[in-house]
């Protein structure tokens, strides 16, 4: 996947320690729709870092920690799926990442990903409850 604004700016989007989060979705391919997912995804991440006590600030699709870049995304949409790439570094000598946030320890690290990613599904749990109990306008 490439994000062509940060290739036109010449910005690095790897680094040599990140934890990746990669989501397909199969019910669209509205590329529209999966940057909303992408949004919500970094809103999640956010909220369970601020939680925790670690400052971020959110530019769109990009979370920074003390005004350093600290994640990479990209959303893409194929003939029949849609696909988000999440990366948080964990070291970096440039740009945030969870060790300067006081994320040092693997199994902290893996706690950081198995709960961020369980808050996603339930987000999707959540609208497809609701999706079950509510009827369009005009409709009883």
Known sequence: MI????????ESIWSEDMVSFIIEHFDSTDLKLIYARQRLFTAIVREYLVERGIATTR??????????????????SSPVSQKIHFG???????????????????????????????????EFEDIEKDL???RPLGVV
């Open 132 to 134: 079950r109990k509510s």
């Open 88 to 122: 948080i570094n964990v070291t970096h000598n440039v740009y945030g990442n969870l060790e300067e946030a006081g994320i040092k320890k693997a199994e902290d690290i893996a706690r950081l990903m198995q709960e961020i990613g369980e808050c996603y599904v339930r």
């Open 59 to 76: 530019e769109g699709d990009d979370l920074f920690l003390e005004g350093k870049k600290l994640t990479v995304s990209i959303a893409s």
């Open 3 to 10: 994000d062509l604004e940060d290739r036109r700016a010449n």
